[in-house]
């Protein structure tokens, strides 16, 4: 059973770190992209961040490029996404994800597997 299960999350202030970590299991993710995508209330859902399996490429949009990296640690087997410069409009629910497809500048998918999601809340 494929699992994407994301921790990490909480109530940080503006300015602030943050690292999520997403522990992965259940199959080879070899052939995949891993990342993270976020909704805030109301909003649709939004690419953040992907890396290849190897760790080699990475993608961000504008909107999170120069504050936010996402890397993979190989020996936990998990795909961390370190925040930085944190913004109240970074506040959403951040989900792991894992595609077949390579992302674009601003999207990625479609998706193959979801984690549950991890809130993240930044105040001003």
Known sequence: QVQLVESGGGLVQAGDSLRLSCAVSGRTFSNYFMGWFRQAPGKQ?????AVTWTGSNTNYPDSVKGRFTISRDYAKNTVDLTMNSLKPEDTAVY??????????????????????GTQVTVSS
């Open 95 to 116: 989900y792991c994800a894992a595609s077949r497809f390579p992302p674009r500048s601003t999207n990625w998918g479609p998706v193959d597997y979801w984690g549950q």
């Open 45 to 49: 859902r939004e690419f953040v961040a």
